[in-house]
T-cell receptor, first 114, second 114 residues
Framework: DAKTTQPPSMDCAEGRAANLPCNHSTISGNEYVYWYRQIHSQGPQYIIHGLKNNETNEMASLIITEDRKSSTLILPHATLRDTAVYYCIVRVDAGGTSYGKLTFGQGTILTVHP | KAGVTQTPRYLIKTRGQQVTLSCSPISGHRSVSWYQQTPGQGLQFLFEYFSETQRNKGNFPGRFSGRQFSNSRSEMNVSTLELGDSALYLC?????????????FGPGTRLTVT
């Protein structure tokens, strides 16, 4: 799986958009980009995924650059409850050593301020 | 639909003892993965089970083992506990191992080894 690089921490004001970047310059053509988050002392929670196109769901939007070497997770109206560690993961189902496995990096600690 | 459940939520053991942790996946999910989370190493993949078979294994010593039952419930066992085994142990289930791939995590078992 391709390696990802994220800033260690970011701040955001409540009600504003939070834009979390992720660099995955070695991503392969068949690797998906996934975002998970982990609120303190809870299990990680799936947010969104994408392959090539931008994606949006009820939680967030995912913007993937045309060359796919980076992406941005957007929380449109951040709330205090969005304070968490956000993980960007790239993955391909290649069988074998990919079965059941997500490779988590250090993630970005997002702090939403009142 | 009920989420992933893990029992117990908290556990204190002494060095040299063994421990068994339990995970019940989301109904219909046949893949169960286990992760260890520590402040120093972050989230690390332990192993994955599918239809009672271990399909993938992370880089952990043989003291860490697991199994899966016919109802997809899974247990992991750690023998001869060491202080460094103190961690949050997370279980995750998924419907299938094919991209796009979503894992649903339980709340974790907090193990403290003294």
């Amino acid at each position: 799986d391709a390696k990802t690089t994220q800033p260690p921490s970011m701040d955001c004001a409540e009600g504003r958009a939070a834009n979390l970047p992720c660099n995955h310059s070695t991503i392969s053509g068949n690797e998906y980009v996934y975002w998970y988050r982990q609120i303190h002392s809870q299990g990680p929670q799936y947010i969104i995924h994408g392959l090539k196109n931008n994606e949006t769901n009820e939680m967030a939007s995912l913007i993937i650059t045309e060359d796919r070497k980076s992406s941005t997770l957007i929380l449109p109206h951040a709330t205090l409850r969005d304070t968490a560690v956000y993980y960007c993961i790239v993955r391909v189902d290649a069988g074998g050593t990919s079965y059941g496995k997500l490779t988590f990096g250090q993630g970005t600690i997002l702090t939403v301020h009142p | 639909k009920a989420g992933v459940t893990q029992t117990p939520r908290y556990l204190i053991k002494t060095r040299g003892q063994q421990v068994t942790l339990s995970c019940s996946p989301i109904s219909g999910h046949r893949s169960v993965s286990w992760y260890q989370q520590t402040p120093g190493q972050g989230l690390q993949f332990l192993f994955e089970y599918f239809s009672e078979t271990q399909r993938n294994k992370g880089n952990f010593p043989g003291r860490f083992s697991g199994r899966q039952f016919s109802n997809s419930r899974s247990e992991m066992n750690v023998s001869t506990l060491e202080l460094g085994d103190s961690a949050l142990y997370l279980c995750a289930s998924s419907l299938a191992n094919q991209d796009p791939y979503e894992q649903y995590f339980g709340p974790g078992t907090r193990l403290t080894v003294t």
